[in-house]
């Protein structure tokens, strides 16, 4: 047993009767460098470990956590979570993974840990996030300097163990690098990003990520505001990827069974175009956020949610499927954001099922639209109970299936309901991108765009 | 927290290979919270996290690591890391001596969070729910949330400063989800103050969730917002967001010096309306995001940044001071032991002018009436940015009519700074987390009602 399981497994042995008790251990070792004018600006190396400790007895919960693995700390967590239970008021729906739920469900078997990131020193690391800013200002000579430029990566070990006899550990490796390219002068500057992830350091192409940077500055110099009109749009699809994982938000069981999402009350309806068929996959083994197991320990599984325009499925974890009732149980969707709050429920590995027509294919396809490069003020702007959807965006004109001149300090507005029938074309490009989803060209018919 | 001398020793250590600054930073801090959702008070989730940072400046390169193992032994393993880290070289060892600093706190703390009761923070979740239930049976769904902190931090560094700080903060929100024939609407309001438990005697937890049950309500009758520029009208309070986004971020001498400012290199420039005094101060007391000292050691300060619309001063840390030859002004934060500190604002306002709010409206003819914010972002080496209204109507013949469904609204920094034309004489300020290269801390925002003459917004309707 790992050590880190062995701390969780203690945990939860000490439930008493009538206890229910999960114990959820994490250890990361990271590395983050920042580079800026060829001078290492930055360099961090880290251990950062943890518990949280969930406690369920009469029907109430409680949660504590502590930065901290020493035993003593431990025992404490685990009663300051004995002791929050009491205050919280019964509900029947709360409960832990059983291994009884998830007998017939295999987790899938997935090589997510790289060892031979253990092996890269911290002056390879440094070294790649200098090439890459020189990458930068190399790739164009518009681009004028880099707001920043820097390599991170992280090796994660949880371990999730409960007193129904859930005892799992999962590991992780991930490295990535990203920079701000900057062209033109004053108030006519633009910036582009451009970034390469992995599982290993191995994995990054920092030349791809500095010509992206580049490119994505340099393409905008010159924009200007445009008339406000109806307009098609074109999703880039990094985009498309962060609009998925808005709609996924809305598909979890904690928004669905508290009222508090778009598609209450929409099973089984024509909630988006028939081209659209969204699916939730961790067992991908290409997805960033691929899992073997969940936050809970009940293994991952694909799950279906909207099929050919229709409704078909909500993700749960194991409280929020009681909640549900019927025949729902948990999709193994249960996420953590650290040891520092109990699971909630949402997706990993969000991705549309592709069309046929290439990102050129896309552009030729209507005489003009916008095509969006990236979006301001997504979650001041957006609204996945009510559906308004309003962002700022930046971009470039699409005419005669190419790009024209590029626009600048505009907003696109619609609501998520209308966008997903909206939808024209799914683009055959799908890339797996770091944030939970899958991102491709994506073309929505009409979209109410504010300028001048 | 630590002995005085298992500092000196631990900065000694940190500079054994050369550099030029070493520093601890400690903190011991303690969080506890509670939601309540459809009607039933939630899990309580308690945390605790102790540890170190510690970093080694040498030329322009910053070595940083950090544990949570404040023995002698861990702190010196951690110095050691970051000196290697800063790719020091030569040196040897050096003697620090510390010397303990005094802080003057902008206010007491009343009561304690640990002090207090769970149940008695059970008890203000269930106050919010039934008087947001009781604002109107289309509220369908309440969801309310406490949460204190309480942050002890040490700062020790080679110029042998040594001093503590003890900051508190509280912060209290409802969600509220309406239904009616247009669908379903939200309505939030979220205050936070830099205080313990005596904060709801300035805060009513039921007037907070009638403020959020009558937001999503109001938003069920709204309609369409418009598409395109108008002027804009921001109430006192809630648009103090405006100036964080349009210009807060681009005061920051951090972006500046990588001349990712469009506001770089105008000092002593008329950047804004003369309607315009911008203030950032972190001494205010009782605000969400205020502090006697801040990350780095240096006291909160009152920072004017631009007077009667000409630039100032930008907002500095400690290490970007050095390198210019000043005083930092007391804005290096950091969001824990776990981060290098940077440049941020505090609580970010715009003075008072001599306006009449309703004079104000009334001169406006037609345009946006902004009441609720949802928070912005902003390109500081474009200046452009955005803000998203939560609340909102138009202003049609002088009058505040209908209101306006969600919607961002779009301008340029300096454009909108010259476009401030009219300034009232009320004030009010607004509690959110200010998000910076993957760190959030408490900052405020706040602003008297006032006019920009022309925003882009960017709504649906024709």
Same mark, same amino acid.
């Given at each position: 047993m790992s050590e880190l399981l062995e701390i969780a497994q203690r945990v939860a042995d000490a439930?008493?009767?009538?206890e229910q008790v999960e114990a959820y251990v994490l250890r990361t070792h990271e590395t983050d460098v920042h580079v800026f004018g060829g001078e290492v600006e930055s360099l961090s190396v880290a251990e950062i470990e943890g518990v949280g400790v969930r406690m369920i007895v009469d029907g109430r919960q409680g949660y504590a956590w502590a930065g901290s693995l020493d035993a003593d700390v431990v025992a404490e967590t685990l009663a300051e979570a004995r002791d929050n239970a009491a205050f919280g008021a019964p509900d029947e729906h709360y409960g832990l993974a059983s291994p009884a739920d998830f007998a017939d469900v295999a987790a899938p078997a997935l *090589? =997510?840990?790289?060892?031979?990131l253990l092996t890269v020193s911290a002056s390879e690391k440094v070294d790649l996030a200098l090439a890459l800013e020189a990458a930068v200002l190399r790739?164009?000579?518009?681009?004028?300097?880099?707001e920043s430029a820097s390599y991170g990566d992280a090796a994660a070990e949880a371990a999730i163990a409960n007193s129904l006899g859930v005892a799992v550990t999962t590991r992780r490796t991930t490295a990535s690098c990203a920079a701000f390219a900057m062209a033109g002068e004053g108030t006519a500057t633009q910036t582009g990003s451009g970034f390469t992830a992995g599982r290993?350091?191995? *994995? =990054?192409d920092p030349e791809a990520a500095a010509r992206d940077a580049a490119a994505r500055a340099v393409r905008l110099l010159g924009a200007q505001q445009l008339p406000s009109q109806r307009i098609p749009v074109i999703f880039d699809p990094l985009v498309t990827r962060s609009l998925l994982a808005l709609v996924g938000g809305a598909l979890s069981g904690e928004a669905i069974t508290r009222g508090r999402?778009?598609?209450?009350?929409?099973?089984?309806?024509?909630?988006?175009?028939?081209g659209i068929t969204l699916v939730d996959d961790p067992?991908?083994?290409?997805?960033?956020?691929?899992?073997?197991?969940?936050?809970?320990g009940v293994p991952t599984r694909r799950v279906d949610l909207i099929t050919g325009g229709f409704l078909t499925g909500h993700l749960h974890n194991v409280t929020t499927a009681r909640r549900a009732?019927?025949?729902?149980?948990?999709?193994?969707s249960a996420v953590r954001g650290?040891?520092?709050?109990p699971p909630s429920v949402g997706a990993r590995a969000l991705r549309l099922?592709?069309?046929?027509?290439s990102p050129e294919e896309i552009f030729a396809s209507v005489p003009e639209a916008l095509y969006v490069q990236s979006v301001s003020g997504l979650h001041s702007g957006?609204?996945?109970?009510?559906g308004d959807f309003s962002v700022g965006a930046v971009g470039l004109m699409v005419r005669d299936g190419a790009f024209a001149e590029p626009v600048r300090e505009v907003t696109i507005a619609s609501t998520l309901q209308r966008m997903l029938h909206d939808v024209v074309h799914v683009g055959a490009d799908l890339t797996w991108l770091p944030g939970g989803a899958a991102g491709m060209t994506l073309l929505v018919g009409e979209m109410s765009l504010a300028g001048y | 927290m630590i002995e005085e001398a298992v500092l000196a020793r631990t900065l000694g250590s940190a500079l054994r290979h050369g550099g030029d600054f070493a520093e601890v930073f400690a903190e011991d801090r303690r969080t506890a919270g509670a939601r309540l959702d459809d009607g039933k008070v939630e899990e309580f989730v308690s945390g605790r996290e102790r540890g170190a940072g510690i970093r080694v400046v040498r030329g322009d390169t910053t070595g940083f690591a950090h544990t949570a193992d404040l023995s002698e032994a861990g702190l010196l393993e951690a110095a050691e890391a970051a000196a290697a880290a800063a790719r020091g070289g030569g040196g040897g060892a050096r003697e620090v001596a510390l010397e303990r600093r005094d802080v003057r706190r902008p206010h007491e703390i009343g009561i304690?969070?640990?002090?207090?009761?769970k149940a008695r923070k059970a008890a203000v979740l269930e106050r919010a729910d039934q008087a947001a239930r009781a604002v109107?049976?289309?509220?369908?769904q309440v969801s309310a949330s406490y949460a204190d902190s309480r942050r002890r931090v040490l700062i020790a560094n080679s110029d042998g400063l040594l001093v503590e700080d003890d900051r508190v903060r509280t912060r209290f929100a409802v969600n509220c989800v309406a239904v009616g024939d247009t669908g379903m609407q939200t309505g939030t309001e979220a205050p936070g103050r830099?205080?313990?438990?005596?904060?709801f005697d300035e805060i009513d937890p039921e007037e907070v969730a009638r403020i959020a049950a009558n937001r999503a309500l109001t938003m069920l009758r709204a309609r369409p917002a418009p598409s395109g520029k108008l002027p804009v009208v921001l109430r006192r309070g809630a648009g103090g967001v405006l100036f964080h986004e349009a210009c807060g971020h681009g005061l920051e001498a951090d972006l500046v010096e990588k001349d990712a400012?469009?506001?770089?290199?105008?000092?002593?420039?008329?950047?804004?309306?003369?309607l315009v005094t911008l203030i950032d101060d972190?001494?205010?007391?009782?605000?969400?995001?205020?502090?006697?000292?801040?990350?780095?050691?240096a006291p909160a300060q009152r920072n004017v940044l631009i007077d009667h619309g000409v630039l100032t001063d930008y907002m500095w840390d400690l290490v970007r001071a050095r390198k210019n030859g000043r005083a930092s002004t007391g804005n290096g934060r950091r969001e824990t032991y776990q981060h290098l500190p940077m440049v941020r604002m505090t609580n970010t306002f715009l003075l008072a002018g001599d306006d009449d709010p309703d004079d104000i409206i009334r001169d406006t003819g037609t345009g946006l009436y902004c009441v609720a914010l949802g928070g912005g972002q902003v390109d500081t080496a474009t200046g452009d940015f955005v803000f998203g209204i939560t609340e909102a109507y138009m202003i049609e013949d002088g009058e505040i009519t209908d209101p306006v469904r969600a919607a961002q609204l779009i301008g340029n920094g300096p454009d909108t700074l010259r476009l401030v034309d009219a300034v009232g004489n009320d004030f009010d300020t607004w509690a959110g987390t200010c998000g910076k290269s993957g760190q959030g801390v408490p900052v405020s925002s706040g602003q008297p009602t006032l006019r920009v003459a022309e925003l882009t917004v960017g709504g649906t309707a024709g």
């Open positions: 439930a008493a009767p009538g *090589d =997510l840990w790289r060892d031979d790739a164009d000579a518009r681009v004028r300097g880099v290993t350091f191995a *994995d =990054l999402s778009m598609f209450v009350g929409r099973d089984g309806e024509e909630v988006a175009g028939p067992t991908e083994p290409l997805a960033f956020g691929a899992a073997t197991h969940d936050s809970e009732g019927g025949d729902a149980g948990t999709t193994g650290g040891f520092k709050s099922l592709p069309g046929e027509l957006t609204n996945s109970v009510s | 304690l969070p640990e002090t207090v009761e109107d049976g289309s509220v369908r830099t205080m313990g438990f005596e904060i400012s469009v506001f770089r290199g105008r000092v002593g420039e008329p950047v804004a309306s003369p972190g001494t205010y007391a009782r605000e969400w995001g205020t502090y006697a000292i801040d990350d780095e050691g």
